[in-house]
């Protein structure tokens, strides 16, 4: 089978490309030219123009599956607003109309647990109400709209939770604007962990849950023409500094300081990313070692001379 990703030079696209490239042929995709992080007869790198429609048709050649990760991070859609939306139509329509073209079997499209107005603070399941204000939501909510309205033959829509795990390019700029591989990186450089909101809960999802529900979809027609949330464990800020010390003092034996700008509330929050497609189980095993991967690279990258 063929998997063309688009935005294969970014954090999850390049940990995509990397996985799911041990069972399928990938081809990836990027608008930049990608440096090979690593030999394998079965990637193909490819210069792709997303806001052109015959770039796209010459590059999805003999493509079965197009995994679709292309669009401005949050910063990007609230500071050029408009634009960001004007640019998400252009590219989803382009690879939507480029699959019809070579009659792609199916189009998973990476959305966002922030499409939800209360994603936050409160249990949310697909039903859950939508944010209509945020630029960051609408261009996701727009490209899903895009691909249902358009007619796919087969898609899967998948609203993620916070992605973290395994990094397979350090120099990557997305991982800057990744919570928990912040945190990481200023506990080991400054040995503490600086809290503004300790209390806010968000829902974490490692990176191999993520990539091994990708290659069952990829596999499987149980999910076609759905849109799903996917997450994993929701806690509070003040709960992941607690696990981020713990590890980092039995791994490296460095002891952190936890930081509070803000009184913490004691109060159980009741916040669950749950799904009515699929249910997930919790791991507390996947979650340790998404984190003992992080800290082991990021003390190799901080303290090499």
């Known amino acids: 089978m063929n998997i063309f990703i688009t935005g294969a030079s970014g954090y999850i696209g390049s940990v995509l490309v990397?996985?799911?490239?041990?069972?399928?042929?990938?081809?990836?995709?990027?608008?930049k030219k990608?440096?090979?992080?690593?030999?394998?007869?079965?990637?193909?790198y490819k210069t792709v123009n997303y806001r052109s429609l015959k770039s796209l048709k010459k590059n999805l050649e003999n493509i079965d599956v197009v995994i679709h990760l292309v669009g401005m991070n949050k910063v990007e859609c609230?500071?050029?607003?408009?634009?960001?939306?004007?640019?998400?139509?252009?590219?989803?329509?382009?690879?939507?109309?480029?699959?019809?073209?070579?009659?792609?079997?199916?189009i998973i499209y990476l959305s966002s647990s922030q499409v939800y107005k209360d994603f936050q603070t409160k249990f949310i399941n697909e039903k859950s109400k939508l944010n209509k204000k945020s630029f960051y939501s609408l261009s996701h909510l727009l490209a899903e709209k895009i691909i249902i309205d358009e007619n796919v033959a087969s898609y899967t829509i998948i609203r993620a939770s916070n992605i973290f795990g395994l990094i397979t390019n350090r120099k990557c700029e997305k991982l800057k604007e990744n919570l928990i591989h912040l945190l990481l990186d200023n506990a080991i450089q400054y040995n503490n962990i600086s809290l503004k909101e300790p209390s806010i809960t968000k829902n974490f999802l490692p990176i191999s849950v993520f990539v091994s529900n990708i290659k069952t979809i990829i596999k499987s027609n149980k999910y076609d023409k759905k849109t799903m949330n996917l997450g994993f464990k929701s806690m509070s800020l003040y709960g992941l500094a607690l696990i981020i010390k713990k590890r980092i003092k039995i791994l490296k034996n460095k002891k952190i300081k936890i930081l509070i700008e803000r009184k913490?509330?004691?109060?159980?929050?009741?916040?669950?990313?749950?799904?009515?497609?699929?249910?997930?189980?919790?791991?507390k095993k996947k979650f340790i070692v998404e984190l003992d991967n992080i800290i082991n690279l990021l003390t190799k990258k901080t303290f090499r001379k």
């Open 18 to 31: 990397k996985s799911l490239s041990k069972q399928f042929s990938i081809v990836a995709g990027s608008q």
């Open 34 to 44: 990608i440096v090979p992080l690593l030999e394998n007869k079965n990637i193909k």
């Open 78 to 106: 609230e500071k050029k607003k408009s634009k960001s939306l004007i640019f998400k139509k252009k590219i989803t329509l382009n690879i939507v109309k480029a699959c019809k073209h070579h009659n792609i079997k199916k």
């Open 264 to 283: 913490l509330d004691n109060k159980n929050s009741n916040h669950k990313y749950t799904s009515l497609v699929k249910r997930f189980v919790y791991s």
